[in-house]
């Protein structure tokens, strides 16, 4: 899901910086940094899916996916949305 949706915000990075009041490069760091951490953190999820199983982890992950996306969604700061999508990237690697 994230991996179609960590770029989905692209083409609405200038309304957003226009209602977060910041620059298009800080604005394209809602795509730079969790791309960086979709791509980093499946060596945490490889282990914990060896060691625990692939379904409950997966279940674990999905359903962090899921909270990340309603905190995104609801997000009123620039930081907030950020971090919901930086933590939505890290569940999402579990993929």
């Known amino acids: 899901m994230l991996t179609i949706l960590a770029g989905g915000l692209a083409p609405a990075f200038y309304i ?13 760091e809602l795509l730079l940094w969790p791309i960086l951490v979709l791509g980093a953190f499946n060596f945490f999820w490889v282990p914990m899916a060896n060691y625990l199983g692939k379904r409950p982890v997966f279940v674990f992950a999905s359903l962090l ?7 995104g969604a609801v997000a009123d700061s620039f930081e907030s949305l950020l971090w919901s999508n930086i933590i939505a990237a890290f569940a999402a690697s579990s993929t």
């Open 16 to 28: 957003l910086s226009l209602e977060f009041d910041k620059t298009q490069s800080q604005t394209s």
């Open 65 to 71: 996916l899921s909270l990340c996306y309603l905190w």
